[in-house]
């Protein structure tokens, strides 16, 4: 059973275009994340929702907006896509365990905009 | 500059060679985290560390929160254990998870 799952693994798109990419957890974990992997493999934090509130919302365009249903998932919709939209998106989760806490992360979704 | 530095970017090494992976971070942190990402693939969390030394079959992680610096040590190392290494830390102040910009290893046979 996969911990956390995010579809699709691979999308391909023209600018302009409007796309989803969705995020479920079955950990139970209360926290969840979409981070952002560059061109060169650099990690960002985009959003962080808690318990299905919004908890970190980084500098990121407003044309990005996540939308959290239910604390097991945190999908990304993203609007008129431009080509410096093309990344690695990681979903996460993490639960407050032993004092810190442990993060399980997707397997991430290549996004190329063309 | 990056609140957390890696070093080095890039590693080579023949197998059966000790690895050493670092990473120095500038902020207050509640825990540091060693993750490894494989060519195409996902993101796997090694450790998390607060304080002291942790191993884990031929890894080992250290840190020393009082230099604000960790390490990463793989003994006999292995063509499987290509892949990049990432340092990310747990701002103590933000909650929010800061990543080094990864070491690319490679272990050749």
């Known amino acids: 059973d996969t911990a956390v799952s995010q579809t699709p693994k691979y999308l391909v798109t023209q600018m302009g275009n409007d796309k989803s990419i969705k995020c479920e957890q079955n950990l139970g974990h209360d926290t969840m994340y979409w981070y952002k992997q560059d061109s060169k493999k650099f990690l960002k934090i985009m959003f962080s929702y808690n318990n299905k509130e919004l908890i970190i919302n980084e500098t990121v365009p407003n044309r990005f907006s996540p939308k959290s249903p239910d604390k097991a998932h945190l999908n990304l919709h993203i609007n008129s896509l431009e080509l410096g939209d093309s990344a690695v998106y990681f979903c996460?989760?993490?639960?407050?365990?032993?004092?810190?806490?442990?993060?399980?992360f997707g397997s991430g979704t290549r996004l190329t905009v063309v | 500059k990056n609140e957390v530095e890696q070093s080095p970017q890039n590693l080579t090494a023949q197998e059966g060679e000790f690895i050493t992976i670092n990473c120095s971070y500038s902020v207050g942190i509640s825990a540091l985290h060693w993750l490894q990402q494989h060519p195409g693939g996902g993101i796997v969390s090694l450790f998390m560390l607060s304080s002291g030394k942790k191993k884990h079959g031929r890894l080992i992680a250290t840190i020393n929160i009082q230099e604000k610096h960790s390490s990463l040590h793989i003994t006999a190392s292995h063509p499987r254990d290509s892949a990049v290494y990432i340092c990310a830390v747990r701002s103590y102040n933000t909650d929010k998870l800061i990543f080094g910009t990864g070491t690319r290893l490679q272990v050749f046979p």
């Open positions: 996460a989760s993490s639960q407050y365990s032993g004092g810190n806490y442990g993060y399980t």
